[in-house]
């Protein structure tokens, strides 16, 4: 399958937060744990973007996503499938596999508690300067 360029006519996906806890673990203090459902209309593509200095786990609870981060090859990740996203990562893909079904997935952040009570949304997601 070849790789989709960003297109910003595209439809944009559905953002909603649905857990923030505070983190009170020796050795882990001064983070939160994030949960975003992330739900993709059909054809639905999110812009280029970076997670800051959050560390993310995605998983897909239905549909199938195109997903790209880095220089790694593009990944289809279908219904039950995960990936992580070490912080800094580019995700340079992420885009709904179907133009007729939607897909929606539940990303998992950890973050600095300090910069979310600072940035909120903007703390947890960093779209590219070109694409904004």
């Known amino acids: 399958m070849q790789e ?4 910003s006519t595209r439809p944009r996906p559905a953002i909603e937060l649905v857990s923030q806890y505070k983190l009170n673990v020796p050795g882990i203090n001064g983070k939160t744990v994030c949960a975003l459902r992330v739900v993709f209309p059909p054809n ?5 973007h970076r997670h800051g200095g959050c560390a993310v786990s995605a998983f897909v609870i239905s549909g199938a996503l195109l997903n790209k981060m880095n220089d790694d090859p593009m990944k289809v990740i279908q219904s039950g499938g995960t990936w992580y996203e070490a912080p800094g990562c580019h995700h340079r893909i992420s885009d709904n596999a179907s133009k007729t079904e939607e897909a929606v997935l539940l990303a998992t952040m950890i973050v600095d508690t300090e910069a979310l009570e600072r940035d909120g949304m903007g703390a947890l997601i960093q ?6």
Do not use: F, L, M, N
């Open 44 to 48: 639905g593509s999110t812009p280029p």
């Open 4 to 7: 989709p360029t960003y297109d």
């Open 127 to 132: 779209i590219d300067e070109e694409y904004r």
